[in-house]
Nanobody, 120 residues
Framework: QVQLQESGPGLVKPSQTLSLTCTVSGGSITTNYYYWSWIRQPPGKGLEWMGAISYSGIAFYSPSLKSRTSISRDTSKNHVTLQLTSVTPEDTAVYYC????????????WGQGTQGTVSS
């Protein structure tokens, strides 16, 4: 059973960088042919896919967030990280990591989510 767990500071100030980690257990992040996404949900709004990193280490991003988003991985720790720079209060959301399979937009395993709040 694959499990995903997000972690990171719950509160950051405007203009700072939000850094989150998704630790995966029960499976390897290098297993063919999966990718690992970051998805967020601002209060009162729908889910927004931010980007992902593939089993081979290739990262790809939502065009609307590409200039501020970086997704990387540490295969020795089996985790995936998200960095979102120059944050504003509009970046306040619950942040999820989730697993998808190449060729599909659907995600079969999700973490429980972690709150990220941007406030001075």
């Amino acid at each position: 059973q694959v499990q995903l767990q997000e972690s990171g500071p719950g509160l950051v100030k405007p203009s700072q960088t939000l850094s989150l980690t998704c630790t995966v257990s029960g499976g390897s992040i290098t297993t063919n042919y999966y990718y690992w996404s970051w998805i967020r949900q601002p209060p009162g709004k729908g889910l927004e896919w931010m980007g992902a990193i593939s089993y081979s280490g290739i990262a790809f991003y939502s065009p609307s967030l590409k200039s501020r988003t970086s997704i990387s991985r540490d295969t020795s720790k089996n985790h995936v990280t998200l960095q979102l720079t120059s944050v504003t209060p509009e970046d306040t959301a619950v942040y999820y990591c989730a697993r998808g399979r190449v060729g599909s937009d659907e995600h079969d395993y999700w973490g429980q989510g972690t709150q990220g709040t941007v406030s001075s």
